[in-house]
């Protein structure tokens, strides 16, 4: 954490093209089943808490590593989603499930974030993703540069200090969590309620 700490701002601001009721087809790495995320993502809810309402925890039901965009529903043809999805099942075919390590937590100032060890194989997940929308629509949309594999855990919910969310932090001793990425998850996301939930489009499973 640099000396001079950015402060935390609010993360739920409407982004361009976003609003209630909007939803859009995204790449997510999720993890059900994986005990060991939940109970580190536990731990850092707990220590956490007595900041209230200045974050918004994430349930175990909505964690997640975001990957790659395709496009806002009605204005994405579905059929094109359809295609993507067969593409990336051909393409992460050639790759093969892998452990990552997640945590400890590092500050945004959006977010409390656990970053991904090795984050190689996330990127090639993300590539071969990112090369089967291109292949479909012809261009690909985000910016394949400033990527970094991370898993939230908490949003920031205002503007305001960083210093007492930095102070737990850096007091914690937690363990990294272990987990295993087998698939790719195309989802069907939304933001209405402050938290990001979605509706599960296509799993492809990895080689």
């Known amino acids: ?14 982004r361009p093209g976003w609003s209630v009721g909007r939803r859009f087809y995204t790449w997510h790495l999720t993890f059900e089943g994986q005990d060991d995320v939940h109970r580190l993502a536990a731990e850092y809810r707990s220590a956490l808490a007595p900041l209230g309402d200045t974050l918004t925890p994430i349930p175990d039901q909505w964690l997640h590593l975001t990957m790659q965009g395709i496009g806002f529903v009605g204005e994405t043809k579905e059929q094109d989603v359809h295609t993507i999805v067969d ?69 920031s919910a205002g503007d305001g200090p960083v210093e007492p969310i930095g102070q737990i932090l ?38």
Do not use: C
């Open 1 to 14: 954490m640099s000396t001079q700490p950015e402060p935390m701002r609010n993360h739920w601001w409407w």
């Open 87 to 155: 593409a990336a099942q051909t393409r992460l075919a050639s790759i093969p499930a892998f452990d990552v390590q997640i945590g400890p937590a590092v500050l945004d100032p959006e977010a409390v974030l656990l970053r991904v060890h090795p984050d190689g194989p996330v990127r090639a997940i993300r590539n071969a993703i990112r090369d089967s929308i291109g292949d479909v629509l012809g261009e690909v949309p985000e910016k394949a540069e400033g990527f970094t594999p991370h898993v939230s855990v908490a949003y």
């Open 170 to 207: 850096t007091g914690l001793d937690v363990t990294p969590a272990r987990a295993r990425i087998s698939r790719a998850e195309l989802i069907v996301i939304h933001r209405d309620n402050q938290m990001y939930e979605w509706e599960t489009f296509a799993n492809v499973p990895l080689g």
